[in-house]
């Protein structure tokens, strides 16, 4: 265990549905990142909040948003969705400086039929 | 942007033989780089990383790294591989540019090691 929780482990839905992927960072880490991975795209950068604020945006969708509530715990939020949109979303947290590395949590596996 | 590039899509070694799976990195500024490896249906873990200091880099498993200036790699290493290793690696680095401190991480590398 990573200390790192994410649910649901998996999800099917159907296009154009709405879902929420949720976050519990390791005790102690102010920051949480959001990632894909997918086959053809390996992982791609999200979004990343620290103490409850955005810090930074990668290749995130309009259809998609994300939130750090106070206490720490982050929700991903997926609309209209696509059948492109099926890939492992992983969250993963640290205490914040440069030179930490990542905790990852063993993802959220989302498929769109 | 900073970035980072895993050369080879797959790599295979038989058991007890070593290993090197290859990364070299586009920074600016110092980099910071990491080595991450992930099994099946599993987060990713991690393995090392390289701040500041000593150019050969000891991580979990056995593993190592080798951080070479002069030639902007960083590349993993292990002495006598285990068929337990097989695995997807990934190789990343520090970016802050535009705010943030995330990590942004190679195409990944596929180790497979055979009896």
């Known amino acids: 265990d990573s200390g790192v929780t994410q649910t649901p482990k998996h999800l099917i839905t159907a296009t154009g549905q709405r879902v929420t992927l949720r976050c519990s960072p390791r005790s102690g880490d102010l920051s949480v990142y959001w990632y894909q991975q997918s086959l053809d795209q390996g992982l791609q950068f999200l979004i990343q909040y620290y103490n409850g604020e955005e810090r930074a945006k990668g290749n995130i969708l309009e259809r998609f948003s994300a939130q750090q509530f106070p206490d720490l715990h982050s929700e991903l939020n997926l609309s209209s969705l696509e059948l492109g949109d099926s890939a492992l979303y992983f969250c993963?947290?640290?205490?914040?400086?440069?030179?930490?590395?990542?905790?990852f949590g063993s993802g959220t596996r989302l498929t769109v039929v | 942007a900073q970035s980072v590039a895993q050369p080879e899509d797959q790599v295979n070694v038989a058991e007890g033989n070593p290993l090197t799976v290859k990364c070299t990195y586009s920074?600016?500024?110092?980099?910071?780089l990491f080595w991450y490896v992930q099994y099946p249906n599993r987060g990713l873990q991690f393995l090392l990383k390289y701040i500041t200091g000593d150019n050969l880099v000891k991580g979990s498993y056995g593993f190592e790294a080798e951080f070479n200036k002069s030639q902007t790699s960083f590349h993993l290493k292990k002495p006598s591989a285990l068929v337990s290793d097989s695995a997807l690696y990934f190789c990343a680095v520090r970016d802050a540019l535009g705010g943030g401190n995330k990590l942004t991480f190679g195409t990944g590398t596929q180790l497979k090691v055979e009896l």
């Open positions: 993963a947290s640290s205490v914040g400086g440069r030179e930490y590395g990542y905790t």
């Open positions: 920074v600016s500024g110092n980099p910071y």
